[in-house]
């Protein structure tokens, strides 16, 4: 991700925008591996213009060059134009439990919450970032955030990522847990008067504090049932 | 609903890209845009090269002295441009080496890796004496009384130091240090410039550009020498790995460089040309001094030798910057031992690659100036190994780059003219000049001849041994692809995608 750089329209620039996006179609439309070639035929358009665009679209990681150099892919930055950064505003009785709670924590604490079936992240430890938030939010079950609101629904998925100890880890434990590595992540589930799934709240670190010890999970717990009245 | 919204909804899974780039272990996208800037700005130390460089290039080129700077910044210019072919479209740290060989192949990739890296040590070389000559100036000039060499030595030992320690603690430390530096001291000469020039006032025209005695070995070889004041120019290409956004950092921190320094030079090469013209044409070791003090600047001229001095020790950093992430590139893709593509575990800095670099870049120097060498002499021989190993590598990048885009389906009229024009001119001018310095007998050719044969021996030898892919980069990793799911059999060790995240089990 890039930071800090100022961007900057001049008038001219209108039609270059749409010719970035019907580039980014196109790359869509056909696919992982494209080539420029493909693209300025597919799109009509000069062949050194084509080159000049994907080449600033690689720079702003929208696209990815393939490992051999010749073809194209979506880069995880594309999904920023979907809009998918919402801003959350999180109550200051909301703040103090997650600061408190980040306080005694060795790891990332970081509160989600679920909206219209996407993951929006409300408030990220910046003490311990996450490393991949535009992962989180576009393959969310990848992630134990993204894969709890299946856990909920009990929706599993033969193949996929969710598996039936995950099901019965939340039923019995109220967390859920996943490891990869010596990292690990555990998370809580944040609900409404009603039950309902709203959000979650997660730890994130080395993986023997998930697997060695309760506190974690048990301080994760309360300060997950300490925010569901302050957040729904 | 379009394709693009389709694609960010349910991304498909794209399976060719890796888990970690081969290029792990370094301080990935950490170094901004400034820091970029610092590094090509710091190895060509304009600052000191404006002060090296003109006297050099008017030795040779005589009266066309200021047309010759402007056709070198010209060629710079043709030549950064072609580099850029490469860099706005993936990240190394190879640098030119990475570059030939994704054009050109193997040997001829292993043939640029040796002559960048002969032009980075020798400058190094290089800017560590210029570093000594002018601090042992500054202090003789206080102390009239002591023995130059001692302090020539001593200041050489400082320089070493401060070299070895910044290179073992990262770049930005390195890099930062180095832009204020040049900053500071091309302000200093420049408004020493400015004052001279108010002080010579209007000279004639003539005294410019006056053709009678200019020759083509001349006008070629102060090309050649010119050319040399911009070098270091590409070397923030080797912090491809590190840099920020480095498809966009990269490219502009070239560019730049290139421009700021050729006008900077054509500043100075007036100044001084008409200078010397004003007090009698003389070219001596320090000619900006010697205006100085005819002009009453003296004190100032001193404090500018403070800037000289920190310029040429600042351009032995970048320039072994560059280097060492070249022979880290080099053993990352098995043709060095893997020693060599060591990374320091707290400074992400490649120390495998420092640990065989700095000591001969150091030692030589004293070596030199203790065997009572003059340094301006030794400084001579020196410029002329490394230029030969600068242009030899910028002209095989240059034929390297047309094939390039060629072989990605990328190639455009445009591109292919300059490249060729960058190559034939550099072709040209280093013929020229290398046989009218072989001529006049300067040393510096035969050593380079020595250098060059035991490079193509060196390939040779490890070309009998079977090589894999080399030319490898800085490879986009599964996680910044839409849908990317790393390949097998290249898991990460957390360092790009997984680390403090949440993962899941990613198998699909």
């Keep these: 991700m890039t930071g800090g750089d100022g961007v900057s329209i001049s008038a001219r620039q209108p039609t270059a925008i749409h010719s970035a996006l019907s580039m980014l179609e196109a790359v869509a439309a056909m696919g992982a591996g494209v080539t420029a070639r493909q693209l300025a035929e597919h799109l009509g358009m000069p062949r050194a213009t084509t080159y000049r665009l994907l080449n600033l679209l690689v720079q702003d990681e929208y696209l990815v060059r393939t490992p051999d150099l010749t073809g194209f892919a979506l880069g995880t930055k594309v999904a920023l134009l979907a809009g998918s950064i919402a801003v959350e505003r999180v109550p200051r009785a909301a703040r103090d439990v997650l600061e408190r709670t980040r306080a005694s924590a060795r790891g990332g604490i970081h509160l989600v919450l679920y909206r219209d079936g996407r993951v929006v992240i409300a408030d990220e430890d910046p003490d311990f970032p996450l490393s991949n938030r535009l992962g989180l939010q576009h393959e969310p079950t990848r992630y134990a955030l993204g894969l709890l609101p299946l856990v909920v629904r009990g929706e599993v998925v033969r193949g996929e990522h969710v598996a039936d100890d995950l099901v019965t880890e939340l039923r019995e434990q109220g967390v859920i847990r996943t490891r990869d590595g010596q990292r690990g992540c555990l998370v809580a589930p944040i609900t409404d008067a009603s039950g309902a799934l709203a959000g979650a709240l997660s730890y994130s670190g080395p993986r023997r504090y998930i697997d060695e010890s309760d506190s974690i999970a048990v301080s994760v717990l309360a300060a997950a049932r300490e925010l569901g009245p302050l957040l729904t | ?508």
Excluded at chain 2, 164 to 169: D, E
Excluded at chain 2, 443 to 455: E, K, M, R, S
């Design chain 2, 1 to 508: 609903m379009s394709a693009l919204e389709e694609a960010i909804e349910r991304p498909e899974a794209v399976r060719s890209f890796a888990a970690r780039s081969p290029l792990h272990g370094l301080d990935r996208h950490t170094v901004g845009f400034a820091d970029v800037l610092a590094q090509s700005v710091a190895a060509i130390a304009p600052a000191a090269a404006s002060a090296m460089a003109v006297l050099m290039v008017a030795d040779l080129a005589g009266g066309a002295t200021v047309l010759v700077m402007a056709l070198a910044t010209i060629i710079t210019f043709l030549v950064a441009r072609t580099i850029n072919q490469f860099t706005r479209r993936f990240a190394a740290s190879g640098s030119l080496y990475t570059y030939a060989a994704r054009g050109l192949g193997t040997t001829a990739g292993l043939a640029t890796g040796a002559a960048i890296v002969v032009g980075y040590a020798f400058i190094s070389v290089f800017a560590l004496l210029g570093g000594a000559h002018y601090a042992t100036m500054l202090v003789t000039r206080l102390w009239p009384q002591l023995p130059a060499t001692p302090i020539a030595l001593g200041a050489l030992a400082i320089e070493a130091a401060v070299l070895a320690i910044v290179l073992v603690r990262g770049i930005r430390l390195s890099s930062r240090v180095a832009l204020v530096v040049e900053l500071v001291s091309v302000a200093l000469i420049l408004l020493l410039l400015i004052v001279l020039l108010v002080q010579i006032g209007p000279i004639h025209p003539a005294a410019i550009f006056s053709p009678d005695d200019v020759s083509v070995a001349g006008v070629a070889g102060g090309a050649v020498l010119a050319i040399t004041a911009f070098v270091g120019f590409e070397s923030s290409a080797t912090l491809g790995v590190e840099a920020r956004s480095p498809l966009k950092n990269i490219p502009r921190a070239i560019v730049w460089s290139v421009g700021v320094a050729g006008v900077f030079y054509l500043i100075a090469g007036y100044t001084q040309i008409a200078g010397a013209d004003a007090i009698g044409g003389t070219t001596s070791v320090a000619l900006l001094d010697e205006l100085a003090s005819r002009f009453g600047l003296s004190a100032w001229a001193a404090v500018a030798d403070v800037g000289i001095a920190t310029s040429g020790l600042a351009c032995a950093i970048a320039s072994t910057t560059a280097l060492t992430r070249i022979v880290f590139a080099l053993a990352r893709d098995g043709v060095a031992p893997a020693e060599l593509g060591r990374t320091h575990r707290r400074h992400r800095t490649p120390v495998g690659a420092i640990a065989v670099a700095a000591p001969p870049i150091t030692l030589v120097p004293i070596a030199v100036v203790a065997a009572g060498v003059s340094p301006w002499d030794a400084m001579r021989v020196i410029l002329l190994i490394s230029a030969s190993g600068y242009i030899v590598a910028y002209v095989l990048v240059c034929i390297a780059a047309p094939l390039f885009l060629r072989r990605i389906g990328e190639v455009t009229a445009g591109s292919v003219i300059v490249a060729v024009s960058a190559a034939a001119a550099l072709t040209g001018c280093l013929t020229v000049y290398l046989a009218a310095e072989a001529t006049a007998g300067n040393p510096g050719v035969w050593l380079t001849v020595g250098i060059a044969v035991i490079a193509a021996a060196l390939i040779r030898w490890r070309r009998r041994a079977p090589l894999g892919e080399v030319g490898r980069y800085d490879e986009p990793v599964a996680a910044h692809v839409l849908g990317g799911v790393a390949r097998s059999g290249s898991a990460g060790d957390g360092n790009g995608s997984a680390h403090g995240g949440e993962p899941g089990d990613a198998d699909g």
